[in-house]
């Protein structure tokens, strides 16, 4: 009898770890930390990956087509995505806001909410589902980029974030999501690509701000 409740103890062990790694854990070898860093933050296409039977994000993060830096989701009622590069160095992490000042602005009607902070807790970024109505813009969601102070940045999205554009709707980046072939059919690819030609840039927070709301798409789409 102790043999047999020793054996579902580990049994139930190994199925909550893999829960929680989920099944896309293997990484290819990435690059010193400085040189994954500026290769994800100067990147024309990012690409990250997934599976729609995991329960939690982990991914290689491609900067044109070459991996570069990590993302790891931890935690399941409150989830961190830590960024990574070089040999698991942290970098910052991203996380879904629920209790800063950024969720109650006065006239503002928001929803969802990502921000971006270091690995000291200090902000770097939101990226906030808004309505908005301005001379260019039909009154609607968008998801509005602001830097650490809530200011908004040259540039918002519409709000499944296919395509990230300025004030006058000039589009500098687009995002899209495929799947895999008839035998990885619950594999999909998401990607963050530069406008060729733009000269307004996202930051790379930002960036991966888009990837979460994609894969929140993805997996609520199409998820079982």
Same mark, same amino acid.
């Given at each position: ?14 199925? &909550? ?12 070898? &990435? ?10 933050? =100067? ?22 087509? *070459?991996?570069? !830096?990590?993302? *790891?989701?931890?935690?399941? %009622? ?8 070089? $040999?698991?160095?942290? %970098? ?10 950024? =969720? ?6 928001? !929803? ?11 902000? &770097?970024?939101?990226?906030?589902? *808004? ?14 980029? #602001? ?8 540039? &918002? ?12 709707? =000039?589009?500098?980046?687009? !995002?899209?999501? $495929?799947?895999? !072939? ?25 960036? #991966? ?9 993805? =997996? ?5």
């Amino acid at each position: 009898m102790k043999r047999k409740i020793q054996f579902g103890a580990a049994f139930i062990s190994a199925v &909550l770890l893999l829960a929680v790694t989920g099944c896309g854990s293997s990484k290819e070898e &990435l690059p010193p930390t400085e040189e994954g860093k500026e290769a994800l933050q =100067n990147a024309s296409v990012l690409t990250m990956k997934g599976d729609l039977d995991d329960i939690v994000a982990d991914s290689d993060i491609w900067a044109d087509g *070459q991996a570069a !830096g990590h993302i *790891q989701e931890r935690g399941f %009622w409150d989830s961190k995505y830590t960024i990574s590069t070089g $040999s698991d160095e942290s %970098w910052f992490y991203l996380r879904y806001v629920t209790d800063e000042p950024i =969720n109650d602005v006065e006239g503002v009607i928001s !929803g969802n909410t990502y921000g971006y902070y270091d690995m000291n807790d200090n902000c &770097l970024g939101y990226a906030q589902k *808004q309505i908005l109505e301005t001379d260019t813009l039909e009154r609607d969601w968008y998801t509005v980029f #602001m830097d650490a102070d809530g200011n908004p940045k040259d540039y &918002l999205a519409d709000d499944d974030i296919m395509r990230i554009f300025d004030y006058d709707g =000039n589009v500098i980046a687009t !995002g899209s999501f $495929s799947f895999g !072939g008839f035998f990885h059919y619950d594999e999909y690819t998401i990607e963050v690509k530069e406008e060729e030609g733009s000269e307004l840039k996202m930051d790379f927070g930002d960036k #991966m701000c888009a990837f979460l709301r994609i894969r929140y798409k993805v =997996n609520s789409d199409y998820g079982g």
